[in-house]
């Protein structure tokens, strides 16, 4: 913990990896109660901010160039980036300590954690985070 940071949480990235029935990835669609999901990416935030806060942060960090963040943000996105993962886009979930949220064309939604279905496939964009990986 770093001194005189919050608390620390973690935040996961899944990448939905929905087909249709021509075998065409559909996860940029919308989320779907049982979809496919791939945990890529897992990370430590000290952010004193709410679950839905962090998860917008997740977003941010995904999504923007890393050359306009923070220092200790850009740690993250360059990380997540090395790994060669495509951004976090709708239909997507980020995990937030136990909340989950799926990414919506506007904003969040929240998911029972019970419904993730967790998968291991890698596609172009992404790749399974390995139980022995460690992110930052």
Do not use: W
């Not at 160039?65 to 790994?83: K, L, N, T």
Request: with cysteine; net charge negative.
């Amino acid at each position: 913990k770093r001194k005189g940071a919050a608390a620390m949480t973690r935040v996961t990235i899944f990448h939905n990896v929905t087909r249709n029935e021509e075998g065409r990835l559909v996860n940029f669609d919308r989320y779907a109660t049982g979809a496919p999901l791939v945990r890529v990416f897992a990370y430590d935030s000290f952010r004193a901010d709410s679950a839905e806060k962090l998860a917008e942060n997740a977003f941010y960090l995904f999504n923007v160039d890393p050359c306009f963040m923070q220092p200790d943000d850009y740690e993250i996105a360059r990380s997540y980036r090395d790994r060669g993962l495509r951004s976090v886009s709708v239909g997507d979930v980020i995990m937030v300590g136990g909340a989950a949220f799926t990414v919506e064309r506007t904003g969040f939604g929240a998911l029972d954690t019970g419904q993730l279905n967790e998968v291991h496939e890698e596609h172009y964009g992404t790749i399974p985070l390995r139980p022995d990986e460690q992110t930052p």
